[in-house]
């Protein structure tokens, strides 16, 4: 698996981002991306039940996935931030 810089990353968060925020209130934006990211480290640690069998998973490492998901919320919780500030 080709590993893309982090630059490329975060350019495509960032936009993503963007379009996201739209017509959402922080608040809202930081309950969805938390239970993305809640969900993401459970399908790590455990995979998922599929016909009563787990599935999956990646043993407890982090996927990229994952780690994405855990920046929507660093970026959530500025946002909330910038806003108290």
Do not use: C, H
């Not at 017509?23 to 640690?45: M, P, Q, T, W």
């Amino acid at each position: 698996m080709q590993r893309m810089p982090l630059s490329v990353l975060d350019s495509r968060n960032y936009r993503q981002d963007q379009k996201w925020r739209e017509g959402v209130n922080d608040i809202d934006r930081l309950k969805a991306a938390s239970k993305e990211l809640v969900d993401a480290i459970n399908f790590d640690d455990n995979g998922a039940m599929v016909g009563g069998k787990w599935m999956g998973g990646n043993g407890g490492l982090l996927s990229r996935e994952t780690l994405q998901k855990a920046d929507a919320v660093r970026r959530a919780l500025n946002a909330l931030a910038e806003q108290v500030a």
